[in-house]
């Protein structure tokens, strides 16, 4: 089975602090995503990317940065930690297969920021 | 931009009835998506859809796409407590490999 694994299930961090949510993936996927999910909103799509190294923004990428330096390892970052970033963060990863394709989750960081 | 929207945001339903839940898109899009979400639980993948007229069924759910609609219906026969879930459907780009539109999603509660 695909695991892909979120490093905190819930973190709480302070206003201005830089923050680091880490994710990692055991099936050599090539993409990478993070979404957030606010109540009645859904998920929104963060980053994304296709590759190491390679990044895209999403919808909301104010705030926010990434990192991949490893195929398997894919990182978001609040540079300056505000109390509107508190939310849900939700990372995915697939395999470009064709039709094949579907997303898989990690099982979320619940982030407070007071 | 592709938009998608998903109603009922809230259904309670009893055991045994029957009930569809509309993911409406806006623009193109080549596959739909529906995931399920339990509370305090990631997102689990239940269908793709990829092509007009697609229908797919696993148990009690079953999912169908029209594209020229552009809705896609995700139906539930004979609720039992166990769907109690949050589902969203979802909408790839095209041409944007990978990249998912998700609607609100619909909190479904089923009761005994």
């Known amino acids: 089975d695909v695991k892909v694994t979120q490093s905190s299930r819930y973190l709480v961090k302070r206003t201005g602090e830089k923050v680091f949510l880490e994710c990692v993936q055991d099936?050599?996927?090539?993409?990478m995503f993070w979404y957030r999910q606010d109540p009645g909103l859904g998920l929104r799509l963060i980053y994304f990317s296709y590759d190491v190294k390679m990044k895209e923004k999403g919808d909301i990428p104010e705030g926010y940065s990434v990192s991949r330096e490893k195929k398997e390892r894919f990182s978001l970052i609040l540079e300056s930690a505000s109390t509107n970033q508190t939310s849900m963060y939700l990372c995915?990863?697939?395999?470009?297969?064709?039709?094949?394709?579907?997303?898989?989750f990690g099982s979320g960081t619940q982030l407070s920021v007071l | 931009e592709l938009k998608v929207e998903q109603n009922p945001l809230f259904l309670s339903m009893q055991e045994g009835k029957n009930y569809t839940i509309y993911c409406n898109y806006s623009t193109t899009s080549d596959r739909l998506y529906w995931y399920r979400q339990d509370p305090g639980k990631s997102l689990e993948s239940l269908f793709v859809?990829?092509?007009?007229?697609a229908v797919k069924q696993e148990g009690r759910l079953m999912a169908s796409l029209d594209t020229k609609a552009r809705l896609s219906t995700l139906h539930i026969t004979a609720a039992v407590h166990d769907l109690s879930a949050t589902y969203f459907c979802a909408g790839r780009r095209t041409g944007t490999a990978s990249k998912l539109t998700f609607g609100t999603g619909t909190r479904l509660q089923v009761t005994l």
């Open positions: 995915a990863s697939s395999l470009e297969a064709g039709q094949r394709e579907k997303l898989f």
């Open positions: 099936m050599d996927h090539e993409n």
């Open positions: 859809l990829l092509s007009n007229g």
